[in-house]
T-cell receptor, first 109, second 114 residues
Framework: AQRVTQPEKLLSVFKGAPVELKCNYS??????LFWYVQYSRQRLQLLLR??SRESIKGFTADLNKGETSFHLKKPFAQEEDSAMYYC???????????FGGGTRLMVKP | DAGVIQSPRHEVTEMGQEVTLRCKPI?????LFWYRQTMMRGLELLIY????????DSGMPEDRFSAKMPNASFSTLKIQPSEPRDSAVYFC????????????FGNGTRLTVT
């Protein structure tokens, strides 16, 4: 069975500092990895997915199959980045997502 | 498109009462998911449907929980009888079928059972 682990429940940084939200997964096949974000009082929404290799709002994430990781990074955090971030995994068998426990990012002024 | 629509936004009920949560997925999406979010356990998948058929309900915590999808535009999640430990935010999400299709979430229903 697949599993997604986000080791940090809370990450607090100052504005302008680099950010890395960790995500590790376990799955025997080839997974699809996603990052979802939930801003205060808003619905959960897709931030980025590994197959797109895109940068959204300055965030990037690289799939490292050797380390089974998909860490989310941003070189310079902004206050508006404060939110709950969820890493998620989908198998090729379907689009059922398994979510990690989430990391709350707080960016202080 | 209004996105995934859930109702009610908030529900406060007493222990033992029946609770029904409702969801309208995005038109054209044929997969629907119910998730529960708590501080302790994060986001947990309860059940999901493909083409109105329940595919995996292994996340449904107990027989007190049941979900239906009578047609492509409507689903319900029912808790009977409700208990205080059911207090959480319940999210509905929909997507097109397929491993790369992102989920679109509703605003959630915040349930409080006293």
């Amino acid at each position: 069975a697949q599993r997604v682990t986000q080791p940090e429940k809370l990450l607090s940084v100052f504005k302008g500092a680099p950010v890395e939200l960790k995500c590790n997964y376990s799955y025997s096949g080839s997974p699809e990895l996603f990052w979802y974000v939930q801003y205060s009082r808003q619905r959960l929404q897709l931030l980025l997915r590994h197959i797109s290799r895109e940068s959204i709002k300055g965030f990037t994430a690289d799939l490292n199959k050797g380390e089974t990781s998909f860490h989310l990074k941003k070189p310079f955090a902004q206050e508006e980045d404060s939110a709950m971030y969820y890493c998620a995994l989908s198998t090729h068998a379907g689009n059922m997502l398994t979510f990690g426990g989430g990391t709350r990012l707080m960016v202080k002024p | 498109d209004a996105g995934v629509i859930q109702s009610p936004r908030h529900e406060v009920t007493e222990m033992g009462q029946e609770v029904t949560l409702r969801c309208k997925p995005i038109s054209g999406h044929n997969s629907l998911f119910w998730y529960r979010q708590t501080m302790m356990r994060g986001l947990e998948l309860l059940i999901y449907f493909n083409n109105n058929v329940p595919i995996d309900d292994s996340g449904m915590p107990e027989d007190r929980f049941s979900a239906k999808m009578p047609n492509a535009s409507f689903s319900t999640l029912k808790i009977q009888p409700s208990e205080p430990r059911d207090s959480a935010v319940y999210f509905c999400a929909s997507s097109r079928q397929g491993g790369n299709s992102p989920l679109h979430f509703g605003n959630g229903t915040r349930l409080t059972v006293t």
